[in-house]
């Protein structure tokens, strides 16, 4: 499994870590794959 988004390397590093992601998460700051893929979806934040 891949995960991917606008952020940058170093953001995904920091949170992958936080997290213990089992998976990849690539950067795309450009949104050239997201895109092509039609994933594109603005964050939603929920009050918890």
Given at each position: ?48
């Amino acid at each position: 499994m891949i995960g991917i988004s606008k952020d940058s390397v170093a953001s995904h590093q920091k949170f992958a870590e936080k997290h213990s992601l089992p998976f990849i998460l690539l950067s795309d700051p450009e949104l050239t794959a997201i895109q092509a893929y039609g994933v594109w979806q603005e964050k939603k934040i929920t009050a918890r």
